[in-house]
């Protein structure tokens, strides 16, 4: 384990992670809404809107498993404040301890934006994977600290292996960019963010410099 790794103590590993997220969103300024991210062609306050999109369609289909409401999470057009953010995040987190006091992780969970139906347990990895990643492009972006369990980015990065196939990297359009190298040894949110495409040592500075 890394020194800057913890233990999980949670019942499932996206809730600590959601709680953190609330954090980051709730330290970043307005000033800091134009301040470009990791996560290609968004700054700050786009990826705040990628987020409210994402965490309000995870809120509905981990409340209704198998129901035909589902919302694009592509086309959120609602405000995109910082607070916003943070009480549609802590909706989720209320949605994942209900979905999972009620047995989700057992059922087919239907999510037709990516792909079909998958089991529960994969889905709630779908959305653990989302909010480590996209929580750590938020933090880098705004100067914070973002250090999830080990277990929570091995499991986001096992579920990344299992769907990322080699079209799916680089050109314009496509989900994430090439595997990064790292150490073999790296810290395991290194060595998931790398197989994301994500430079692990992201720095806004490095951008406006040109490196």
């Known amino acids: 384990?890394?020194?800057n790794e913890t233990e999980p103590t949670s019942p499932h590993p996206v809730l600590p992670v959601l709680d953190d997220l609330v954090?980051?969103?709730g330290a970043t300024t307005p000033q800091q809404d134009a301040a470009p991210t990791p996560c290609a062609g968004l700054d700050v306050v786009s990826l705040r809107g990628h987020l409210l999109g994402g965490t309000g369609y995870f809120s509905v289909v981990l409340a209704d498993p198998d129901g035909d409401r589902r919302p694009d999470p592509r086309a959120y057009a609602g405000p995109d404040g910082a607070d916003v953010l943070i009480a549609a995040v802590q909706e989720l987190s209320v949605a994942v301890r209900t979905a999972l006091a009620g047995g989700v992780a057992a059922v087919p969970v239907r999510v037709p934006a990516l792909g079909g139906t998958f089991p529960g347990a994969y889905v709630l990895d779908m959305l653990l994977t989302e909010a480590v990643v996209h929580g750590w492009d938020l933090a880098r972006a705004t100067g914070q600290t973002w250090r999830p369990d080990r277990a929570a980015s091995e499991r986001a990065r096992a579920l990344l292996a299992d769907q990322i196939r080699p079209e799916?990297?680089?050109g314009a359009g496509m989900p994430f960019g090439p595997e990064v190298p790292v150490r073999p040894d790296a810290p395991a949110l290194d060595r998931l963010l790398a197989f994301a495409g994500r430079t692990p040592d992201w720095t806004p500075t490095a951008v406006t410099q040109g490196g």
Do not use: H, Q, S
């Open 1 to 3: 384990m890394g020194p």
């Open 23 to 25: 954090r980051v969103i």
């Open 168 to 170: 799916y990297r680089g």
